[in-house]
T-cell receptor, first 114, second 111 residues
Framework: EAAVTQSPRNKVAVTGGKVTLSCNQT?????MYWYRQDTGHGLRLIHY???????EKGDIPDGYKASRPSQENFSLILELATPSQTSVYFC?????????????FGAGTRLSVL | QQNVQQSPESLIVPEGARTSLNCTFS?????YFWWYRQHSGKAPKALM?????GEKEEGRFTIHLNKASLHFSLHIRDSQPSDSALYLC???????????FGQGTVLSVIP
């Protein structure tokens, strides 16, 4: 089965600090995504990428940046973390034409911003 | 912007019951319809998908899609305690190439 690995699994950050969440996939999928999950909101798309060097804004990109340096790696960057960014973050990968293809999710990163 | 809503928010059923979960969407151009399942503390995992009007069955699970009504549903036959999880519906369109998730339904199956 497709493998998506996230690190760290848990992170505590201070308000105003910089946070980087990392994601690695070994599926050779073109597309990668960052979602956040909050109770009552399901999964909301932050940023996504169609391949190395590309990043696109999702539905809630404010306060987040993304970086896709290679096919395998996709990072989510919080330059100035705020308590409202406390959440569980999921990375996913998928083949092209993502509506038609399964998304494979990592195990998630639980972020607390104090 | 696509609006995807699920009902009910939560559901408790006895083991062996038939369970129905609902999902409505707002964009009539939607083409791809998915159900994902997420056990507590785990990653979401794709359960089933349907891309054309009608019904699709896989084991104990059946999806019904009615595009005209902007509605699709997941039915679970002979519900098991292992089916207890958060169920997320997701809808995609061919144009903007985005998959939008609903807020989820928490299912608890009681032995």
């Amino acid at each position: 089965e497709a493998a998506v690995t996230q690190s760290p699994r848990n992170k505590v950050a201070v308000t105003g600090g910089k946070v980087t969440l990392s994601c690695n996939q070994t599926n050779n999928h073109n597309n990668m995504y960052w979602y956040r999950q909050d109770t009552g909101h399901g999964l909301r798309l932050i940023h996504y990428s169609y391949g190395a060097g590309s990043t696109e804004k999702g539905d809630i990109p404010d306060g987040y940046k993304a970086s896709r340096p290679s096919q395998e790696n996709f990072s989510l960057i919080l330059e100035l973390a705020t308590p409202s960014q406390t959440s569980v973050y999921f990375c996913a990968s998928g083949a092209a034409h993502w509506g038609q293809n399964t998304l494979y999710f990592g195990a998630g990163t639980r972020l607390s911003v104090l | 912007q696509q609006n995807v809503q699920q009902s009910p928010e939560s559901l408790i059923v006895p083991e062996g019951a038939r369970t129905s979960l609902n999902c409505t969407f707002s964009d009539s151009a939607s083409q791809y319809f998915w159900w994902y399942r997420q056990h507590s503390g785990k990653a979401p995992k794709a359960l089933m998908s349907i891309f054309s009007n009608g019904e699709k069955e896989e084991g104990r699970f059946t999806i019904h899609l009615n595009k005209a009504s902007l509605h699709f549903s997941l039915h679970i036959r002979d519900s098991q305690p292992s089916d207890s999880a958060l169920y997320l519906c997701a809808v995609g369109t061919g144009g903007n190439n985005k998959l939008t998730f609903g807020q989820g339904t928490v299912l608890s199956v009681i032995p």
